[in-house]
């Protein structure tokens, strides 16, 4: 879950055994020719065309159309224990950066005591805006991603150490902790937000998504958005990127992860570029589009949605 240096070469060789032809058209840096030029000036974010709920875009209808507001109480449990998952795995790999630019880090023990001595805190902090989720499941999740941060980052310190003891507070950082975490990528180019923001970027390039729900086909489409938005602004070809499945036990007090390797294929990219056409021309239109074949449990607008006097 939080990867180090170690973890960016593994991927580099397991990328190097998958090959993966890209069709020049569907690079982000060609933007503006056809089929990658938007249909439309209208922006939209990834989470918009890529949710994992809705298969005739009724929640874009709903959100920016008729502009319906969620109550938070309405919000399922699962979506809110995805977000605050997200924060702390920000918060971690942010604060962990912070211990490092302190010149009198010396070694992984004074490391790791700085990182587990704001625990209180920090879960007092991430959790005022989570209380939906129960005290102490929330306290249990945050323990355990806190502890495996403290235990990866402080291991890797040692290791670095050991190199080379004259590093700088800024090359041990990156370098200790190689995750930039939801750095925004102007995806306009491509009919996207000016701002969108994968989980996080590992060094030098791979694109990270954290996921907590049930494997869907949207999160392989979701990361090759962020990979042609990439390509689009940066002129880097992006042909792999990574998901990760965070699952926790129905306590709390225990998770795995499991890593799932994408490559941004041909298929994925045009599949992108059709979802995004159709999305942009719901919200051209205005009309309703009606409800999905299936509704998903964990929708944020299955109760608006269902409602017999829309």
Known sequence: MFYTIEDSIRLSRAFRQMPCEVSEEVRGWNWNTYP???PSQLKLSVSDIFNGFCDSWRILYLRYIVRERLDERDIPLPLVEGSFIHRLFTEAVRYGKAILYREDVLDARSFREQFER???????ELYSDFKTIPLERAEKIF??????AAHTYSSSLDRFKL??????????ASTVIPL?????????????NRNIRPDAVLWPATLIELKTRQQHS??????????????????TPQNFGVILYVRFDNDGGGFKVYERIIQISD?????????????LTVLEEG?????????????????????DDR
């Open 36 to 38: 990658l030029a938007p």
């Open 118 to 124: 704001v625990c209180k805190n920090k879960f007092d």
């Open 143 to 148: 323990l355990r991603v806190w502890g495996l």
């Open 163 to 172: 190199r080379s003891p004259y590093l700088v507070p800024d090359g041990l």
């Open 180 to 192: 930039t975490t939801e750095s925004p990528i102007d995806g306009s180019l491509v009919g996207l």
């Open 218 to 235: 949207d999160d392989a489409l979701a990361l090759t958005a962020y990979a042609i938005a990439f390509e689009s602004e940066y002129e």
């Open 267 to 279: 298929k994925l990219r045009t599949t992108f570029i059709e979802r995004r056409d159709r999305a």
């Open 287 to 307: 009309i309703d589009p009606g409800q999905p074949s299936e509704c998903s449990p964990h929708c944020p607008y299955l109760k608006v949605c269902s409602r």
